[in-house]
């Protein structure tokens, strides 16, 4: 599926739904999808949703579910100990607009400084060695990346080694046709 994905918005085929959506929903869903995973490796994954959320925005709730599911799963892979928060709030834009923030924030391995801005590439991870550790594609983060930038939003991350990594995605709040 993620090479399929990464086909279609690599290509331009990727179409983004626009439809009502309710973010709080989709953080429940997240947290339902990978609430026993969690608990098999005996971390606490949790959410948080802040006053002011509204009940239903417009955007792609299979896309958006879709970044949320990636970041989730890459957390819970890359922790062994302590826990996966999933954090969703309001967030001033330049301009004063707001934009829905969503963080995934972890206790787990962290990301090295200098390999932070290539894991948005395709087919990369933070070095060799934690694809043979952990697996994976290296393809998660690149789609998450380009439907975020799809949907008018933009993705990031800030790390420490040893100390975990939280995740961002500020998502425009768009009202109109809810």
Do not use: W, Y
Request: aromatic share 4%.
């Amino acid at each position: 599926n993620d090479i399929l994905d990464f086909a279609k918005v690599e290509s331009g085929k990727l179409e983004l739904e626009r439809i009502a959506v309710d973010p709080a929903e989709i953080v429940d869903t997240v947290v339902t999808l990978f609430g026993e995973r969690a608990q098999s490796k005996g971390l606490d994954l949790s959410a948080s949703v802040a006053p002011g959320i509204p009940v239903q925005t417009i955007g792609d709730p299979v896309r958006l579910t879709q970044v949320l599911s990636n970041l989730v799963n890459n957390a819970l892979k890359f922790t062994d100990r302590g826990h996966v928060l999933i954090a969703l709030d309001i967030a001033s834009a330049p301009g004063g607009d707001s934009r829905i923030r969503i963080r995934v924030s972890d206790t787990g391995i962290g990301i090295p400084a200098d390999k932070v801005g290539s894991i948005f590439t395709a087919f990369s991870q933070a070095d060799q060695s934690t694809t043979r550790r952990f697996g994976g594609t290296g393809l998660g983060l690149s789609i998450c990346k380009r439907l975020v930038e799809a949907m008018g939003g933009e993705i990031g991350v800030t790390s420490s080694p040893g100390e975990g990594s939280e995740f961002f995605v500020l998502l425009p709040l768009p009202q109109e046709g809810v």
